[in-house]
């Protein structure tokens, strides 16, 4: 929006210029949704309190989470509306790209802000129902990857990190790929979000990696340099996730250990399914698992978990995702999340490194 209104000007005025330089504005993007965050976040965590959105805690958790109870949720929806109140004011709204993954986020966060209604409302943690979640998640990540196969200069190969020539075509097989990926990461970050600022700090790390990579995909002579397949106008992605990055921090001041408000589904669906649909439209699919490592690690925990529970009768760890094993063996909530964190910022790094490594 603000692209439209300000950059005309700068036949006048020299100084608006730089709304044309996507770094510009992805900076401001950041500042925008920090500054909206922190602003508004007092006033959505007395609203949400008044309102009786406030967490259930699970009688099979740990002890220790049982003074949560009662603690705001659905924090998710300032996070959304900084996020998108952000996009829409920096990023160039003519972008084909910004819309696809805003209406992800926003549908994504639909279906969290469903299930975090049901718990409320029934007073539970059960929410949806797993394969009802699934179905929508999948709607919503199918409608993504068919509206993406169809763009034109969008292909359909996959690139491998570390082989900068081994690059399969995967045809429409890549729907059903884009769906997995979109779906999964939705998942993911929804697992991990248990401890206090574990999720929103370890979305932050991602969103951040990701502003690299959108950056380098759309800007053509960087891509050519790296042998990183271009994607003309991706690049406008590094606002959003500038905004993510921001709302993120800004989050953070209110998720930290003791927490003031948790972001409920309605945020952590939202978070990873953007994340998702912003790693596909870059080509980053793959390093989204190296990036996001964290998030993987936690789902397969529960995914190892069930399996042998299912299996053998016997479960692997003393309780599923894995920062439950670990504060039930002792550590501390705050050793765990900030080390999660240490894991995350090294992937994290890995994963820029492979933009050489090929």
């Not at 179905?135 to 491998?160: E, K, N, R, S, T």
Request: glycine letters at 10%; aromatic letters at 12%.
């Amino acid at each position: 929006m603000l692209y439209y209104l300000l950059y005309p000007l700068h036949t006048e005025f020299i100084i608006f210029n730089v709304f044309r330089y996507i770094t510009f504005r992805a900076i401001y993007a950041t500042v925008t949704a920090l500054l909206l965050t922190l602003l508004l976040g007092p006033y959505v965590i007395g609203l949400l309190r008044r309102s009786s959105f406030k967490q259930n805690v699970r009688a099979d958790g740990p002890a220790t989470h049982l003074a949560k109870e009662g603690t705001p949720t659905g924090g998710g929806i300032l996070i959304l509306f900084a996020v998108i109140t952000s996009t829409l004011l920096w990023a160039d709204m003519a972008n084909r790209y910004v819309w696809i993954v805003l209406l992800a986020t926003a549908g994504m966060g639909a279906i969290g802000l469903l299930d975090d209604w049901k718990k409320i409302r029934h007073s539970n943690t059960r929410g949806i129902t797993a394969r009802e979640k699934l179905v929508l998640q999948g709607a919503v990540a199918a409608a993504v990857a068919i509206v993406l196969y169809g763009q034109a200069g969008f292909d359909a190969q996959l690139c491998v990190p570390f082989f900068k020539n081994v690059k399969p075509d995967l045809g429409i097989w890549y729907i059903p790929f884009a769906v997995f990926v979109i779906v999964g990461a939705s998942n993911a970050v929804n697992l991990t979000d248990g401890l206090d600022g574990l999720a929103i700090g370890l979305v932050l790390i991602v969103s951040a990696t990701y502003m690299v990579f959108a950056y380098m995909t759309g800007h053509a002579v960087l891509s050519e340099y790296l042998r990183i397949s271009p994607i003309a106008g991706a690049g406008e992605l590094t606002v959003f996730c500038g905004a993510m990055v921001g709302a993120s921090m800004g989050f953070l001041w209110f998720n930290s250990h003791p927490a003031q408000v948790f972001m409920g589904d309605v945020g952590s669906l939202s978070l990873g399914g953007s994340l998702g649909t912003v790693a596909v439209i870059t080509k980053h699919e793959i390093l989204l698992g190296i990036v996001g490592g964290m998030f993987v690690i936690e789902a397969l925990s529960v995914i190892i978990q069930v399996g042998s529970f299912k299996m053998r009768g016997k479960r692997v760890f003393k309780m599923a995702p894995l920062h439950h094993h670990f504060e039930l063996s002792g550590w501390a909530e705050s050793k765990i999340i900030v080390r999660f964190w240490i894991i995350g910022i090294v992937m994290a790094l890995l994963a820029v490194s492979t933009l050489k490594l090929r």
